[in-house]
């Protein structure tokens, strides 16, 4: 089944520590994006990707850096800059039909604590 | 820029109660519509779509029609259950730089 899959789940970091969340999609989309998801609080957008090679900061991408190597493949690093990292983390895409119309495809999401 | 109002959360209610929750937007265009879910510790889904005006979009008993009138696209069910406690994303219509801009949510929970 085409989905997108994000690694790891859970992650707990330690204060100073960058971390890399994985994203990865066997939809064939051009577009993939980065959220964060605070308690209560509706979805901003960290990074956003429209081709391989190619990226674009959101609303909040200070503390945070991505590559678009492959189609496939959108990595997010949390650095040690990013002052409160404790976040719910989603990955989505949009494809060639869905991506003018806004409908998102999401991965179920990664949970980073720092200790 | 475009954007969305949705009803504050939480929503309560009993099983078999009905259900609705309003939202508004402003857009310019004729957007396509969307409502997403997000049950506990997971990712967004789809939970419907609306692509033209009057259009009506329904998935597992959910409904929302899309009104060009009052730039509205509430989501309504005849009888919620225990499962459908989630939270309920009206997603804002795409802005000139293929973005969105969403909104926090609505909250719903179901008691049985």
Redesign the interface.
């Known amino acids: 089944d085409g989905g997108i899959t994000q690694s790891p789940k859970y992650l707990f970091r330690k204060e100073g520590q960058n971390v890399t969340l994985s994203c990865e999609q066997n939809l064939n989309h051009d577009a993939m994006y980065w959220y964060r998801q605070d308690p209560g609080q509706g979805l901003r957008l960290i990074y956003y990707s429209q081709i391989v090679n190619d990226f674009q900061k959101g609303d909040i991408a200070e503390g945070y850096s991505v590559s678009r190597e492959k189609k496939e493949s959108f990595p997010l690093t949390v650095t040690s800059a990013q002052k409160n990292p404790t976040a719910f983390y989603l990955c989505a895409s949009s494809g060639p039909t869905s991506y003018y119309t806004g409908e998102l495809f999401f991965g179920e999401g990664s949970r980073l604590t720092v200790l | 820029g475009n954007s969305v109002t949705q009803m504050e959360g939480p929503v309560t209610l009993s099983e078999e109660a009905f259900l609705t929750i309003n939202c508004t937007y402003t857009a310019t265009g004729y957007?396509?519509l969307?409502w997403?879910v997000q049950y506990p510790?997971?990712?967004?889904?789809?939970l419907l779509?609306a692509?033209k005006a009057d259009d009506k979009g329904s998935n597992k008993g959910f409904e929302a029609t899309y009104r060009k009138e009052t730039t509205s696209f509430h989501l309504e069910k005849g009888s919620v259950q225990v499962s459908d406690s989630a939270v309920y994303?009206c997603?804002p219509?795409?802005d000139s730089n293929?973005?969105?801009i969403?909104?926090?949510?609505t909250k719903l929970i179901i008691k049985p």
């Open positions: 957007p396509s969307f997403y510790g997971e990712g967004l889904q789809l779509k692509t994303f997603a219509p795409m293929y973005q969105l969403w909104g926090a949510g």
